[in-house]
């Protein structure tokens, strides 16, 4: 079926066939440097299955629902606090941007909006990584 099908699409890969869900790596799992498979949809809802050795290992499941979901959002995934795990990321087009850390595949805190009108302006997207 087209849900099982995974296909490269530039810019991570598309879990659904329709475009919706984009997942991208590489995260980390607790303890390790093996990537995990994240899922984010344009409705706001992600997902988290574990990985260990290459392999599925925990499908966490859905650990959020209606979140960056707003007209011109979009999720992405750093280590924002220095863990060396994946936290989550909504920015959006208007320059802002609000985090959430990620604990053991888990939601662990949210730190709301971090920064505001930066990188709002037209045809700006938002990178995130250690440089």
Known sequence: ADQDR????????????????LAEWPW?????????????????????????????????G???TGWCSHGGSYTQHADVDGDGMADMICDDTDGRHWVYLIRDGKLH?????VKTGWCGHS??????ADV
């Open 6 to 21: 995974a296909s490269e699409n530039g810019t991570g890969v598309d879990l659904g066939g329709n475009g919706t869900s």
């Open 123 to 128: 045809g700006a997207y938002t990178q995130w």
């Open 28 to 60: 980390y799992t607790p303890g390790g440097s093996t990537a995990d498979l994240m899922c984010d949809d344009s409705a706001g809802n992600h997902w988290v299955y574990l990985f260990e050795d290459g392999r599925p290992s925990q499908d966490r």
């Open 62 to 64: 859905q650990i959020k």
């Open 109 to 113: 805190q949210d730190l709301g909006q």
